[in-house]
Structure formats: C-alpha cells, structure tokens
T-cell receptor, first 116, second 112 residues
C-alpha cells in the first residue's frame, strides 16, 4: 500500500523559468488536492480535482499556475515565469470520497521549490 | 482573516505527561476536523479526525475533543513520548467544499 508520492522532492530554478511538479495519489483515490506551504504557515489550498475534473481553484492560483489530472490518475502542477515569491513547499494530497463526513486527505512528502 | 487559529506557537511537555493542543475556529459551517503531525522537510501525516456530529474521538494515545458551541477543539496525547515532538496542525473542512483550512501549527517538544 503506497502513499502519495511527489516528484521532484527539491527544485531550484532561476526567476522566469517554468517548473512542473508531479503527484501520484494513493491508487483508487478519486480526489486530489494541491496546497502550498510557506515558513511559519499552515498549508494553503490551491486547487483540487475529483477524478479528472478540476472543481475548485483558490485565488492564490494566479494565471501563471496551471494544474491537470489527465485520466483521473496522476496530476501535474506547472508554474510559468517563476517569481521569488513562488518559493515554498508544494504539497499534494489525495482522498477517497465515500461520504462528506469522512473525506480524510493524505499528504505526500512535498516538493520544495526555491526560486533564485 | 484566519478561520482556524492555533494560538500557541509552541508547547513543551515532560515525557509521560499529557500534551494538550488547542485550536479555535470561526466558521460554523465547518463539518469535519483533522489533526496532522509534521516533521521538517516532510508532508503532514494524518493523526485523527472528528466529525461535527461527535464531541470526542479516540485512537490509542490520541483523543480529539470538539466543543461546537465554543468553536473549539483540542488534541490530547497521553502519555507523551519524545517521538511525538513535531509541529501539529489543526485543519477544518468547510461544508461541501473539499479543501482544508489549516491553522499555523503548534510545535510540540516532549522532553525525556
């Protein structure tokens, strides 16, 4: 039983470059979430998918950010024209929606992005 | 405007004693609450959750209490162990939305 995996674990890039992160959820989980965490803060919601449909986006998700979940399996999060303010830990979580009352999200190890 | 607040940035407890971590929320529409534990450079690990229709949930050394009238929940760890030292996040899910809203965390240190 594998958990949520994320790749890469660390990414250092120069300002203005594009980066893409991948998340593989727990198999059979139908919901997938992306969060961002900066120092001293809790994770902040970015977007989520139910199967392949992107159902909600946070206002934190500027037009430089795009996420996909083709075929309802793995997901990618792309940041275009990175800025120093994008430096953060990007977390992916997945859940199996059986009922609204028991929708527990399980997190991956995160991708640490540093924009120089 | 924070909807989930953890007002104690840190807590230090002696091994074997009880650790009590507190969390307050403002939105009465929240229907599901979770506690996560996080080590540096790792993702949050799920610990325990509670639905808004309950007031207590227990799992081994961990118990979560929910007081809806006070919009307050707490996590009790008994007995505390040095391996419990980590940052603990309280999170709430709002209504039909799937996303979680997190507090800023409380750093627990359990001293041998």
């Amino acid at each position: 039983d594998t958990g949520v995996s994320q790749d890469p674990r660390h990414k250092i890039t120069k300002r203005g470059q594009n980066v893409t992160f991948r998340c593989d959820p727990i198999s059979e989980h139908n919901r997938l979430y992306w969060y961002r965490q900066t120092l001293g803060q809790g994770p902040e919601f970015l977007t989520y998918f139910q199967n392949e449909a992107q159902l909600e986006k946070s206002r934190l998700l500027s037009d430089r950010f795009s996420a996909e979940r083709p075929k309802g399996s793995f997901s990618t999060l792309e940041i275009q024209r990175t800025e120093q303010g994008d430096s953060a830990m990007y977390l992916c979580a997945s859940s199996l929606l059986r009922s609204q009352r028991t929708d527990t999200q399980y997190f991956g190890p995160g991708t640490r992005l540093t924009v120089l | 405007d924070q909807q989930v607040k953890q007002n104690s940035p840190s807590l230090s407890v002696q091994e074997g004693r009880i650790s009590i971590l507190n969390c307050d929320y403002t939105n009465s529409m929240f229907d599901y609450f979770l506690w996560y534990k996080k080590y540096p450079a790792e993702g949050p690990t799920f610990l325990i959750s509670i639905s808004s229709i309950k007031d207590k949930n227990e799992d081994g050394r961990f118990t979560v209490f929910l007081n809806k009238s006070a919009k307050h929940l707490s996590l009790h760890i008994v007995p505390s162990q040095p391996g419990d030292s980590a940052v603990y996040f309280c999170a709430a899910r709002g209504g039909s939305q799937g996303n979680l809203i997190f507090g800023k965390g409380t750093k627990l240190s359990v001293k041998p």
